[in-house]
């Protein structure tokens, strides 16, 4: 698709095909390089603006909108959307931009955290949806995903069901993948563990099958949150690794801010407050650079717990130290020694084995005195204890260590035998597909090559044929009439000026440089200039437009150009009209040609059994088509004529 979407670009048309060719492109690019989708999106906006192409502008100001606001630049994304904003009030006749500028508002004020002011903007864009197509599908998925943020997880729910039966019926996958993470989202918040991370898998297929390198950044996320309430803790930090990379990578702050929080709560549950310290206050720092007040109030109390905590354990060991200081004045040693036992305790509760040991000694030290030498059992215990936790510690380090080395190991193994196996794939199915390609191309092209020869011996043998036999016999004529040789000889003039106009049309057909619909329409134009230019008949063509992508192979452009000049004709020599209208229209797989004049008309039962309209109607039914004439005495002449294309 990408390919394709560059290739019309390439064009420098600028028009709007090569507008829409651009939007395609931002939007492939906005989930797998946000950079290069702005490029792409700006071009837009610049040829947009270039063209007055009111729609263009509006999609172009969208993109530029999400992209700006997950870059951190919310200031340039407000300007954008005061841009579309005015713009949509400036077209509020084309539905499609209000549309657009209420899906951009609502998700630039979800994504701030305003949730009860987005909503507004989505539930007017589904008043505005009158058919179940992806626009809607979007509109109820965004409508989802809003009630979720605001905890309110049945509605969340219906409206996500509603969008995913949408998708599924367009055969959507992204949309699909999209939904079934709101799904899995809505059984997270609901305690439904089990549910959430096989909806999560399934979103995170789609999303690895799509390449939506922005998806799985939020999948990861899910499939982390679920382990976390787990306590599967380890597995939690691996999806948040990944989820932060990939965030990073692609330089989206938002997504790197909410992975920073949740890997801080991963910390927290374990518990290790020291690094939950370092990851909310990196997230904080990004949070308050992009401007997220609701991520950053998250971060701020996640903090404000971690403080407390560590301002009770502050408070713990100062109530401590007084005591001890109070026992030391007052001299009283068993008291002492018993703070000294308390002390070593707390410090071994907390983890900080080098004071609890350093306070353990000076009590057993102090007791010795006072209980004998039964306390340097005691004392030694804790020593080995001491240096047991040490080593467990280095023992534990080494097994980590040897595993993570072994699952790189195995890692190295699997990715190679997959490379090779996909390459080797990729050879053998490519070798087959060019070679089916060469078969099938050198079959079609000598079936088209033995009907071309038929259908050219057989215009030449009727046509132009016929023609040279008029021609001679007239020639006789003229040699042994001498008094009305002049007439004979208009005549051959008129049969060789109608021999070279068949010939020059046998030629144009076969001729491959006129396969597109545009040569066609140039031939018809330049046809009808030579026919009703003299006789001062106005003439338009509309629907041009319609049929950029229809390719017209020899049989059909010849018979499509020799229905179109034979009604042309007739409406030149009989109709008396003075504007003849010239309508193409491209439905579904069928070209449809209407030529209507404004001309006397005629009774349609009288004149249906003459050459020309037989030769029209024979053209057509060769065609696989269907031609129509209506007309009657005072209202002009239409001829309607309908082909199969493919």
């Given at each position: 698709?990408?390919?394709?979407?560059?290739?019309?670009?390439?064009?420098?048309?600028?028009?709007?095909?090569?507008?829409?060719?651009?939007?395609?492109?931002?939007?492939?690019?906005?989930?797998?390089?946000?950079?290069?989708?702005?490029?792409?999106?700006?071009?837009?906006?610049?040829?947009?603006?270039?063209?007055?192409?009111?729609?263009?502008?509006?999609?172009?100001?969208?993109?530029?909108?999400?992209?700006?606001?997950?870059?951190?630049?919310?200031?340039?994304?407000?300007?954008?959307?005061?841009?579309?904003?005015?713009?949509?009030?400036?077209?509020?006749?084309?539905?499609?931009?209000?549309?657009?500028?209420?899906?951009?508002?609502?998700?630039?004020?979800?994504?701030?955290?305003?949730?009860?002011?987005?909503?507004?903007?989505?539930?007017?864009?589904?008043?505005?949806?009158?058919?179940?197509?992806?626009?809607?599908?979007?509109?109820?998925?965004?409508?989802?995903?809003?009630?979720?943020?605001?905890?309110?997880?049945?509605?969340?729910?219906?409206?996500?069901?509603?969008?995913?039966?949408?998708?599924?019926?367009?055969?959507?996958?992204?949309?699909?993948?999209?939904?079934?993470?709101?799904?899995?989202?809505?059984?997270?918040?609901?305690?439904?563990?089990?549910?959430?991370?096989?909806?999560?898998?399934?979103?995170?297929?789609?999303?690895?099958?799509?390449?939506?390198?922005?998806?799985?950044?939020?999948?990861?996320?899910?499939?982390?949150?679920?382990?976390?309430?787990?306590?599967?803790?380890?597995?939690?930090?691996?999806?948040?690794?990944?989820?932060?990379?990939?965030?990073?990578?692609?330089?989206?702050?938002?997504?790197?801010?909410?992975?920073?929080?949740?890997?801080?709560?991963?910390?927290?549950?374990?518990?290790?407050?020291?690094?939950?310290?370092?990851?909310?206050?990196?997230?904080?720092?990004?949070?308050?650079?992009?401007?997220?007040?609701?991520?950053?109030?998250?971060?701020?109390?996640?903090?404000?717990?971690?403080?407390?905590?560590?301002?009770?354990?502050?408070?713990?060991?100062?109530?401590?130290?007084?005591?001890?200081?109070?026992?030391?004045?007052?001299?009283?040693?068993?008291?002492?020694?018993?703070?000294?036992?308390?002390?070593?305790?707390?410090?071994?509760?907390?983890?900080?084995?080098?004071?609890?040991?350093?306070?353990?000694?000076?009590?057993?030290?102090?007791?010795?005195?006072?209980?004998?030498?039964?306390?340097?059992?005691?004392?030694?215990?804790?020593?080995?204890?001491?240096?047991?936790?040490?080593?467990?510690?280095?023992?534990?380090?080494?097994?980590?260590?040897?595993?993570?080395?072994?699952?790189?190991?195995?890692?190295?193994?699997?990715?190679?035998?997959?490379i090779v196996v996909a390459l080797i794939s990729v050879i053998v199915i490519s070798v087959l597909l060019i070679n089916r390609y060469?078969?099938?191309?050198?079959?079609?092209?000598?079936?088209?090559?033995?009907?071309?020869?038929?259908?050219?011996?057989?215009?030449?043998?009727?046509?132009?044929?016929?023609?040279?036999?008029?021609?001679?016999?007239?020639?006789?004529?003229?040699?042994?009439?001498?008094?009305?040789?002049?007439?004979?000889?208009?005549?051959?003039?008129?049969?060789?000026?109608?021999?070279?106009?068949?010939?020059?049309?046998?030629?144009?057909?076969?001729?491959?440089?006129?396969?597109?619909?545009?040569?066609?329409?140039?031939?018809?134009?330049?046809?009808?200039?030579?026919?009703?230019?003299?006789?001062?008949?106005?003439?338009?063509?509309?629907?041009?437009?319609?049929?950029?992508?229809?390719?017209?192979?020899?049989?059909?452009?010849?018979?499509?150009?020799?229905?179109?000049?034979?009604?042309?004709?007739?409406?030149?020599?009989?109709?008396?009209?003075?504007?003849?209208?010239?309508?193409?229209?491209?439905?579904?797989?069928?070209?449809?040609?209407?030529?209507?004049?404004?001309?006397?008309?005629?009774?349609?039962?009288?004149?249906?059994?003459?050459?020309?309209?037989?030769?029209?109607?024979?053209?057509?039914?060769?065609?696989?088509?269907?031609?129509?004439?209506?007309?009657?005495?005072?209202?002009?002449?239409?001829?309607?004529?309908?082909?199969?294309?493919?």
């Amino acid at each position: 698709m990408i390919d394709s979407l560059r290739q019309i670009v390439a064009l420098n048309r600028h028009d709007t095909l090569e507008v829409k060719a651009l939007l395609g492109l931002t939007n492939e690019f906005l989930r797998k390089d946000v950079s290069q989708a702005r490029l792409y999106a700006q071009q837009v906006v610049r040829t947009s603006s270039q063209l007055n192409y009111p729609y263009g502008m509006c999609a172009g100001y969208g993109y530029m909108v999400s992209m700006f606001q997950s870059g951190t630049q919310t200031d340039s994304a407000l300007h954008y959307l005061g841009q579309l904003e005015k713009l949509a009030k400036a077209h509020a006749e084309d539905f499609r931009i209000p549309k657009n500028y209420n899906q951009t508002a609502g998700l630039f004020y979800k994504a701030q955290g305003e949730y009860q002011r987005a909503m507004p903007y989505f539930l007017e864009n589904l008043k505005l949806a009158t058919k179940e197509d992806e626009n809607k599908a979007g509109t109820l998925l965004n409508i989802g995903n809003t009630y979720s943020q605001m905890a309110d997880y049945r509605n969340a729910m219906k409206y996500h069901l509603q969008a995913l039966t949408i998708f599924e019926k367009l055969g959507n996958k992204r949309g699909q993948s999209f939904c079934l993470h709101g799904l899995a989202t809505d059984y997270y918040f609901l305690k439904q563990l089990s549910k959430s991370e096989e909806y999560l898998h399934r979103s995170l297929a789609m999303k690895t099958d799509l390449g939506d390198r922005r998806g799985l950044i939020t999948t990861w996320q899910g499939l982390g949150n679920v382990a976390k309430d787990r306590n599967q803790f380890e597995t939690a930090h691996q999806y948040y690794l990944k989820s932060l990379a990939m965030a990073r990578e692609m330089k989206l702050a938002g997504d790197e801010i909410i992975t920073l929080h949740q890997m801080g709560m991963n910390y927290m549950r374990k518990p290790d407050p020291a690094e939950a310290r370092k990851v909310f206050s990196d997230g904080l720092a990004r949070a308050r650079q992009f401007g997220d007040s609701t991520l950053s109030t998250r971060l701020k109390s996640a903090l404000m717990g971690i403080d407390m905590e560590e301002q009770k354990k502050k408070q713990t060991e100062t109530a401590y130290l007084n005591n001890l200081n109070t026992f030391i004045v007052s001299g009283d040693k068993s008291g002492l020694a018993l703070e000294y036992n308390r002390l070593s305790e707390y410090y071994a509760l907390n983890k900080d084995y080098e004071k609890a040991f350093e306070y353990l000694k000076k009590h057993e030290a102090l007791t010795d005195s006072l209980e004998g030498s039964a306390v340097l059992v005691q004392l030694r215990t804790m020593e080995e204890q001491f240096k047991n936790d040490q080593k467990e510690k280095e023992i534990e380090l080494l097994k980590k260590d040897q595993e993570l080395q072994k699952a790189e190991i195995s890692r190295q193994r699997a990715n190679t035998t997959i490379i090779v196996v996909a390459l080797i794939s990729v050879i053998v199915i490519s070798v087959l597909l060019i070679n089916r390609y060469r078969v099938l191309n050198k079959t079609r092209r000598l079936v088209e090559l033995e009907r071309m020869r038929n259908t050219i011996a057989r215009d030449l043998h009727d046509d132009i044929g016929s023609t040279l036999s008029s021609i001679n016999i007239i020639s006789q004529m003229a040699l042994k009439d001498a008094n009305g040789s002049s007439s004979n000889f208009q005549r051959i003039a008129q049969h060789s000026s109608s021999m070279m106009e068949s010939m020059s049309d046998i030629v144009w057909s076969i001729n491959p440089n006129n396969d597109s619909p545009e040569q066609v329409i140039s031939k018809m134009k330049e046809f009808a200039a030579e026919i009703l230019d003299p006789l001062d008949i106005g003439y338009t063509f509309t629907g041009e437009e319609n049929l950029h992508a229809v390719t017209l192979d020899a049989a059909t452009r010849k018979n499509l150009l020799l229905i179109f000049k034979e009604a042309v004709n007739n409406a030149a020599k009989y109709s008396g009209a003075s504007i003849i209208t010239i309508h193409f229209n491209k439905q579904a797989d069928t070209l449809e040609v209407a030529i209507q004049d404004n001309g006397k008309g005629f009774d349609a039962e009288v004149i249906s059994s003459g050459n020309g309209l037989r030769n029209m109607k024979a053209r057509a039914t060769s065609l696989r088509g269907k031609l129509e004439l209506k007309s009657s005495a005072g209202t002009g002449t239409a001829i309607s004529l309908s082909i199969p294309i493919t």
